[in-house]
């Protein structure tokens, strides 16, 4: 099979590369869809297993953002996409809202420990005792640490001290083996953990359980809206992030009142709608997500003071009296907000992704 691919590969015409490439990395390649309908999902823009997520047998795939379409397109913000996903800015460009942010401590490089936004100290990480400064702070507080720039939770790591001992993940180490865990990183940042409200920890208690809100700007009316918004939710088996590319589970939340749907629960390459959690069988469709009104209002003045960025994927996590935000998304897997209704069928969603058609990305996006 290798040997044929790279056979085909240098026959494979410029213009087609990317869309070669779209295939061949198709996660759902070996799915048990027809071929015949995988040929066809592939011609239209989708990965295979969309016939599935979608109930393309039924509903109308016109109505879906494409994967491939999302592809083409994913510098929507333009020159500022990678100040977006940027992990390291967000408390810069979100200034006026710090109280909404987690606190950020220190940034890794390949060899020095920075002291971020304070004083600028900095440490040697090729001198071991340099290390206990991150070592202390673990000690006294539970922290996170993340890849400034990676993303679906690649990198995420959870420090903390408990029983006299420091955990990396939930794995037991020793404090030499830490400090040689820390050496490896570089462009992390360590920043504060954020505890979740009660009513998001019953959800599933080993991971954080965070709200993917999805703003754009009405093309009509120059202001900025809510598109969509879901619930990750983790899973028994799952520790720190509820990534669902990683087997979490996704419910919708209702703009219009802030309650949970129904959980997409996907398995076996298809999706099963259910109203409690497969693990605990505790009921998750009708819970209200508390402060949710304070949610969606300081999101949209979030908007305005990033005026110049069009399109945003917001990472939540509620707490017991607000919010805190993650992390900035520039662009953001369209298949978990499509496994409820397709995007399109908004007409201000519609307008917003419509605006980036060119001769060549209009097979892919078929309204």
Known sequence: MRFIKRLISPLIPKSLKSYYRFIKKDPSFKCDVPLMKKISMWR??????????????????????????????????GPYTTLIDNKLYLPIYLKKFLEHLPQYYYLLTSDKVIKLFDDRRMFDKRDSDSLDVLLDLIERQKCVGKSINKSCG?????????????????????????????????DYIITEYIQQHDYSAN????????????????????????????????????????????????????????????????????????????????RVCGIEIPHFEKIASTILKMCCELNFVPYIGWDIVVT??????LELNSNTDMYLFQLFEPLLSDIRLLKFYKQFLTKRREKFFMR
Not at 156 to 168: A, G, L, M, P, Q
Not at 320 to 325: D, G, L, N, Y
Request: with cysteine; net charge positive; proline share 1%.
């Open 44 to 77: 239209k823009g989708f990965y295979a297993n969309r016939y599935f997520y979608y109930n393309l047998e039924e509903n109308d795939s016109k109505l879906y953002v494409s994967d491939y379409y999302n592809i083409l397109t994913r510098r929507k913000n």
């Open 154 to 186: 690649e990198g995420f790591i959870i420090f903390e001290y408990k029983s006299r001992k420091f955990f990396v993940n939930n794995e037991s180490l020793t404090r030499e083996e830490l400090k040689s865990r820390l050496n490896l990183l570089s």
């Open 203 to 282: 959800l599933n208690k080993s991971t954080t359980n965070t709200l993917r809100l999805l703003t754009c700007w009405d093309l009509d009316k120059n202001i900025p809206f809510i598109g969509k918004v879901i619930h990750r939710i983790g899973r028994s088996k799952m520790y720190g992030a509820d990534n669902a590319a990683l087997g979490g589970l996704v419910t919708q939340i209702g703009i219009e009142n802030g309650k949970l749907g129904r959980i997409a629960f996907i398995h076996d390459g298809h999706v099963e709608y259910i109203r409690t959690h497969p693990d605990t069988g505790r």
């Open 320 to 325: 017991k009296h607000s919010f805190k935000i």
